[in-house]
């Protein structure tokens, strides 16, 4: 019984973590999103530059978050393997 009760507590463990991680992802994508319209403002105001740089880096972001997601997804349902 102590062998399902380790399996069962490493599968929380590591779901937890990875949960935390696409969260902290999800948020700097976000971030980069809210830095690129702060910079398009500024830039506007001066005349210069697009904030194209925080835009990718909330795409990378928020591509890296699906993936994950969609990973988890093939992992589960048995259909797909």
Same mark, same amino acid.
């Given at each position: 019984?102590?062998?399902?009760?380790?399996a069962? =507590?490493?599968?929380?463990?590591?779901? !937890?973590? &990875?949960?935390?991680?696409?969260? /902290?992802?999800f948020?700097? =994508?976000?971030?980069? !999103? /809210?830095?690129r319209?702060?910079?398009?403002?500024s830039?506007?105001e001066? =005349?210069?530059?697009? @904030?194209? @740089? =925080?835009? /990718?880096a909330?795409?990378?972001?928020?591509?890296?978050?699906?993936? &994950?997601? !969609?990973? @988890?997804?093939?992992l589960?349902?048995?259909?797909?393997?």
């Open positions: 019984m102590d062998i399902k009760w380790d069962l =507590g490493q599968v929380f463990v590591i779901s !937890l973590a &990875v949960s935390v991680v696409v969260v /902290a992802v948020s700097l =994508g976000a971030l980069a !999103l /809210a830095a319209q702060s910079a398009r403002q830039a506007q001066r =005349g210069t530059g697009t @904030g194209a @740089g =925080g835009l /990718a909330a795409v990378l972001c928020f591509t890296a978050c699906a993936a &994950v997601v !969609l990973y @988890g997804i093939y589960i349902v048995p259909q797909f393997h």
